[in-house]
Nanobody
Framework: QVQLVESGGGLVQTGASLRLSCVAS????????MGWFRQAPGKEREFVAA???????NYADSVKGRFTISRENAKNTVYLQMNSLNADDTAVYYC??????????????????WGQGTQVTVSS
């Protein structure tokens, strides 16, 4: 069993930056694909970014060029650096882990473990 704990959310103004962290418990973190998703009020959970076990990254079009996902396997941690935030980025952000290394990184279904989420609010 893997537990994921996110941190780093908060209330910021438009144009600000935040860095989210997600720490995973358990073993074999380096073998997991990791993803960040978000869910705004009244909307479905959506893909934000993913980093594969081999370091390859993918982003949603809405965050490309502004967000950066990275991982530090020695610390069992994945990060999401978020720059140039705007009101559309307001959501609960969730970290997720996929132990099967699926190529379907943007879908919710392949992910086996989820964190509780951290709130990001961007005020205009």
């Amino acid at each position: 069993q893997v537990q994921l704990v996110e941190s780093g959310g908060g209330l910021v103004q438009t144009g600000a930056s935040l860095r989210l962290s997600c720490v995973a418990s358990g073993r074999a973190f380096e073998d997991y694909n990791m993803g960040w998703f978000r869910q705004a009020p009244g909307k479905e959970r959506e893909f934000v970014a993913a980093i594969r076990w081999n370091g390859k990254t993918n982003y949603a079009d809405s965050v490309k060029g502004r967000f950066t996902i990275s991982r530090e396997n020695a610390k069992n941690t994945v990060y999401l650096q978020m720059n140039s935030l705007n009101a559309d980025d307001t959501a609960v952000y969730y970290c997720a882990a996929d132990r099967e290394q699926s190529n379907d990184y943007a879908s919710i279904q392949p992910y086996d473990y989820w964190g509780q989420g951290t709130q990001v609010t961007v005020s205009s």
